[in-house]
């Protein structure tokens, strides 16, 4: 409920701002809700050390993220405020969402003075820089 309540804001940005944006966010929620409710039972399956999984679940996650942000999709929250962000001073949006991330995760790391959270970075890292990296390219013709 927190999450959603977090979130209010920024769908009412996107609803004044670019209504396509709003309902594609919505889609994108549904969508990768769906998609962790599917995976669940596979938690606590394959055990690998945190930072094997820090880099594992960051490539995913941008790799997913990356290829929904190129069809002007996003799950909300930070991804929908980078989408909208990166349509008005055209900077790709896998470098907003390293920013604000980690904005977020530094504050965290500082408030809670707990190390752990480095592993964080790592994940953001990854997510951006796939994200960065799919969001790259324009078009991609595999047919010539």
Known sequence: MIMIMI?????LLSLLYDKSYFFNAILGLAFTSTIIDWLTPLNGLVHLPIITSA????????IGVGFMLRQHISPGGVDLLALLIS????TNPG????IIDSLIVIAGIIILKDLKLMYSLITISCVGFC?????????????R
């Open 87 to 90: 349509k008005t001073t055209a």
């Open 95 to 98: 470098i907003i969402i390293f």
């Open 131 to 143: 994200v960065i990296l799919i969001n790259s390219f324009k078009t991609i013709n595999f047919l």
């Open 7 to 11: 979130n209010i804001p920024i769908y």
């Open 55 to 62: 880099i594992i679940g960051g490539m995913t996650i941008g």
